[in-house]
């Protein structure tokens, strides 16, 4: 009875590391900016990060479902969306899933460069989808009344991130984020040159929330995560949020770390 019981307890951790933590992706919702109730604004903001594209499966379709069901006025993604150049069809895919209108901005992960991807070919395939790859560099949308920066930078691992140049096509705006795939990067975005220039957001993603948690034990972390694992952590100008992603790297398992969309309502 007791090995049994054993067999059935196992059985059900087994199906929870392979298949629930990957497979069931969460959304995590947050408001962001100026007081809700003293505001004229809101705009629904989603970041997506490191997909590791390997197939068009179950969690693939969700997270594109998700997406149009909540109709964002932008989506952010915010690198490792793919590991080699044979799963550019998977993202041309991905993208054709989610709704042409929606504006999306993107950077590269440390896996796109690693992994050697034509960068050209990968940034039809953001242009095709109504997307914009950032590398080092600035650009404005203009949602409502207000104006939205977006910097994207380039990836601190396998890269060259360089905040200073990026800032130079930055225009004052209502409110600035700034896309850098490590979140090891975030203090040099801190600490910038031109402070005058404000960073409200940073978003990363690369950690995968350490993908093998076990009660603050992770066996294994990428490089370039400086200490930010998951979730919110504060500088004196800005905050970074990390996210756990949705795919997996190295190991095909989870476990303490479910995967995650996150939604960022900007109240201005």
């Not at 006025?73 to 042409?100: A, K, R, V, Y």
């Not at 995560?225 to 949020?241: A, E, K, N, T, V």
């Amino acid at each position: 009875m007791l090995i049994i019981l054993g067999v059935v307890i196992f059985g059900l951790i087994l199906l929870y590391v392979l298949f629930f933590e990957r497979y069931f992706v969460e959304t995590n919702s947050f408001d962001i900016g100026k007081d809700k109730n003293k505001c004229n604004s809101e705009i629904k903001i989603f970041q997506v990060t490191d997909m590791h594209l390997k197939s068009i499966n179950y969690p693939v379709f969700k997270v594109a479902e998700k997406i149009n069901s909540a109709s964002p006025d932008l989506l952010l993604l915010t690198g490792d969306m793919l590991e080699n150049p044979s799963q550019l069809p998977l993202l041309d895919q991905f993208l054709s899933l989610i709704e042409h209108h929606i504006p999306k901005i993107a950077v590269n992960g440390n896996w796109e460069i690693f992994g050697q991807v034509d960068f050209q070919k990968l940034n039809t395939i953001y242009k095709k989808h109504n997307c914009l790859l950032l590398n080092n560099e600035s650009t404005q949308l203009e949602i409502g009344s207000k104006k939205i920066s977006i910097t994207g930078v380039d990836d601190f691992l396998d890269g060259h991130p360089d905040i200073n140049l990026a800032l130079e096509t930055y225009r004052e705006s209502d409110y600035h984020i700034v896309l850098s795939h490590c979140p090891g990067y975030a203090p040099f975005i801190a600490h910038r040159e031109n402070t005058s220039i404000p960073v409200n957001l940073i978003l990363s993603g690369h950690t995968h929330g350490g993908q093998i948690n076990i009660l603050g034990f992770m066996p294994h972390l990428p490089g370039a995560c400086g200490g930010f694992i998951r979730g919110w952590y504060d500088f004196p100008d800005s905050q970074l949020y990390v996210s756990k992603g949705v795919g997996t790297s190295i190991f095909p398992i989870r476990i303490g770390a479910r995967a995650e969309i996150t939604c960022f309502n900007l109240f201005l």
